[in-house]
């Protein structure tokens, strides 16, 4: 390692030797701190097989051409409690609740009407997906706004979002 400080320049070296290990051998603590800085170096954890176990990523699905599965909000754990969770198996799609006892609100994907590079969702509250890769998609709609999202594993999302 080189540091110049104040004009001169040190140069120190490391004895300590390190070993690689997998995302899930690393500490609870500093597995949540990686998925809130940087989610995306998780799910390549997932992809390259976490604690021996082979993870396969599913190819993307018509009609959107994304990978089938949950998406939640780009700067959230794949876990989240708090956030509400895209949901899209290529024959239905919606949000999951955030309560566990109401009701997910899934429409067949049939009904989405492509508009340029968007896909209309619901024409009467204006809500649109658009594609940013097969694992990223922009949702939103003129009231409450756009929401870039990521997809997640499912065995990353806490069970009770699970799609009904």
Sequence with gaps: MRRS?????IISYD???YQKC???QLSP???AAIRAERPQLTSRAAAAGSAGASTSIPAPVTPFNIRPGHYVPVGAACGTTIEMIFFCDGRRAGWIALSPFAPNRM???AKARRRGADWV???VT??????KAADRISVGDPNTGVETMRWCPAGE???SARAR
């Design 107 to 109: 429409e067949p994907t």
């Design 15 to 17: 004895e300590e030797s």
């Design 121 to 123: 969702l619901d024409a």
């Design 126 to 131: 204006g809500e649109v997906l658009q594609v």
């Design 22 to 24: 997998t995302f899930a």
């Design 29 to 31: 603590q500093m597995q």
């Design 5 to 9: 400080i104040g004009g001169n320049t």
């Design 157 to 159: 999302v806490r069970a």
